[in-house]
């Protein structure tokens, strides 16, 4: 069964060089930008696609600047992969 965001106690994304961290409790998934397929960048969030498992950034969960931030880091390391 998988499981919501919602039902961990602590979620983070540590953006790195080679793609992201994202750590839910004491599980953490590691992932290259490279396996992105394609990606979407909206106002209100940033969505990225791949065979295994896609990911949602709601932009409300983050600042405005790390918004910006993460889409800038998403348009230079997704672009080269289409």
Request: some cysteine; aromatic content about 14%.
């Amino acid at each position: 069964m998988i499981k919501t965001v919602e039902s961990y106690k602590k979620v983070c994304v540590n953006v790195k060089a080679f793609g992201f961290e994202a750590i839910y409790d004491d599980q953490i998934v590691i992932e290259k930008w490279g396996n992105f397929e394609r990606a979407t960048i909206v106002p209100t969030h940033i969505y990225l696609f791949q065979k295994g498992a896609d990911y949602l950034f709601p932009a409300k969960s983050m600042k405005e600047s790390e918004f910006e931030a993460l889409s800038q880091i998403v348009r230079n390391n997704i672009a080269g992969n289409c």
